[in-house]
């Protein structure tokens, strides 16, 4: 079977409910299946799973970044994964992932307009009791290093070590990284999201390795929490990164507020692949439950204006580059806040369950950008929601973004729709 047949297969095997009944149940119906640990080593492949996400996004962008140009592209795949029993906390998961353009426009969405398929997640997982250690093909949550395809096709995986121990709130995390495969790729490569971007000043960087070290901890007071989290990632030859975040919460008091403050700040090392690196960041957010489902969340960050260094001051983010803000707390959608320059950055987001499958937002996001000759506003208008099914239709799921952006000094606005069909099993 080809490559493109498979990947059409999948998708149609996705669409279809039949794929519940197939696809969540172990692959033996074995009383010892049903342990947290299985006794016996055979157990361990006869008592694995097979999981994944089939998938559609479908793009259209008009004055697409200001440019003048118009994009559209619809893509469809995802990715199956086989996963064992876990046997002595030991488990093992395999996968495949791709991706096919169904049909494009005039211009195409780059990382949707590549025919891809290959090893996907790839990794040996041992657990014991709070500490954990993953080698190989796989999804991270780490500051600016994350997984950016949850509304994408493929996966965004990293190839690498990752030990842990603790929880979400309390943790001590070490990670190494020795290569990546993004969202619009089908292979690992000592690469980073610059490499691909023309206007880039960093297309001929190489990143052989990034270390990263991490903790967190959460202090309950009383009526109130404070979640603490730090972290240093190294960069090889380029920079070191460091970012730090505080969030106090009032658990008894009205709209239970939380107040959460962050930093982040960068300088270059050994050989400083992007040149001189010197990078700061402030920023602050405040969230509010006015009702029991409605949140309101209001944030600001300040990136620190340096004519002599990196992009006067932004932050470089190889792995996010292009793609996500990640933990700033203050971000349009449609473009990364440390992509966009110095200056300051607001945003005010309103969401709320609706109903019992629906979820739905809108976000409102006005950027001061000082360039080196002028100051550069933009604004942000963007609403989404979500519809997850239920019944013989559970795991599928519908997503939609669509908003604008408009740029002091261009006539036109930038206008995107994000459509997406998800099938989880």
Known sequence: MSNIRLKKALLLCG????????FALPLSSDDACKAAN???FSHMFSCGTVEGSL???SYSTHNAYFSNSSQDTTSAGGYVNYKTARYNGFQAVVGIEGQNRLSHGSHDISELSDGTFGIGEAYLNWTQDKFSVTVGNQKLDLPFM???SFYRVQPFLYQGV?????????????????????????NFAHRDRYNDDPYSLAQKTRLDHVTSFGLGKKFNLDDKYLKTQAWVESYEDSFNLYYGEANLGFNKVKWTPEVSVQAAYA????????GKVDSTSLGAQLKFKPTDKLTWRIGYDHVFKKNNAWGYGTLPTPYAHNTSSDPYFAQPFFTSTQDLGPGNFYTTELSSPFGQNAFVGSRVTYTDITSTKANKDMYEVMFYGFYNFTGSLKGLSLSEFIGF?????DANAFLQNRFGITYNF
Request: net charge negative.
């Open 55 to 57: 998938r559609l996004a």
């Open 405 to 409: 952006q408009k740029q002091q000094g």
């Open 15 to 22: 669409i279809s409910s039949l794929c519940s009944s197939v």
């Open 162 to 186: 990752d030990m842990k121990y603790g929880d979400a709130d309390n943790f001590v995390r070490a990670t190494y990284i020795n290569k990546y495969k993004s969202y619009g790729d089908d």
């Open 38 to 40: 299985v006794s016996d």
């Open 146 to 148: 994350g997984d950016y």
């Open 267 to 274: 300088n270059d090392i050994g050989d400083a692949q992007f």
